[in-house]
């Protein structure tokens, strides 16, 4: 988000999944932890996009579970999913909705979701919380912005007509379907969700050493 923009309104949120291959053999975090640390810097694992949460959520979870494991960028899931299917890549993490299918299929093993509660999408799956990273709890989140001094009852006129939107049953299942939770929230809640995210993430790539190229 550019500095300068309106925060507008808050959506939807949307957890991501961590897969493995069933070539590693393993089935929880807890396993694919030791599994790891068996092979300090033999592991691959990848996400679509250098810089996403997706990515940032791996060297988070890499650290807390004081794992090493070797990123290997992607240009989008597109890129990506042909080396977690075919087993040159032994982790990844993704959106909820593309790797469920897999997931569902008996291709790709579900470790954990990132998000604090189980997604219906997968409810069989346990969060990484729940599988012993306490405190553990990213998700990719919706959010609308408008023009940098929009008068304030323009703002606010906007927001009801969104939240009226998001409110709607069709609305709210189609999200669902989509993996998303719907959020929708006032200007004043994505100003608070943005001074939660903006802080945790900027020590999560000082953490990891993480440039922009």
Request: proline residues 8%.
């Amino acid at each position: 988000m550019q500095r300068d923009l309106e925060p507008l309104a808050l959506v939807a949120t949307s957890p991501y999944v961590m897969v493995s291959h069933p070539s590693t053999g393993v089935k929880t975090v807890q396993d694919f932890i030791a599994y790891a640390k068996a092979r300090p810097g033999k592991i691959s694992w990848g996400a679509s996009t250098p810089g996403t949460v997706q990515h940032l959520s791996g060297e988070m979870f890499k650290r807390l579970a004081g794992i090493d494991m070797l990123f290997i960028p992607y240009k989008g899931t597109g890129a990506m999913m042909p080396d977690i299917l075919g087993g040159r890549l032994q982790l990844v993490l993704d959106n909820v909705l593309v790797l469920a299918p897999h997931v569902r299929l008996g291709t790709l093993n579900a470790l954990a979701v990132t998000s604090a509660k189980r997604t219906p999408m997968l409810p069989d799956v346990p969060s990484l919380a729940e599988s012993g990273l306490a405190g553990f709890d990213t998700s990719g989140w919706f959010s609308m912005y408008c023009a940098p001094k929009t008068p304030a009852h323009i703002v606010k006129k906007l927001n009801a007509e969104i939240l009226a939107i998001m409110n709607l049953p069709e609305v709210r299942e189609r999200l669902l379907t989509f993996g998303a939770t719907p959020l929708p929230g006032t200007p004043e809640d994505l100003r608070r969700q943005l001074a939660r995210e903006v802080p945790a993430w900027r020590k999560v790539i000082l953490d990891a050493g993480l440039k922009a190229e």
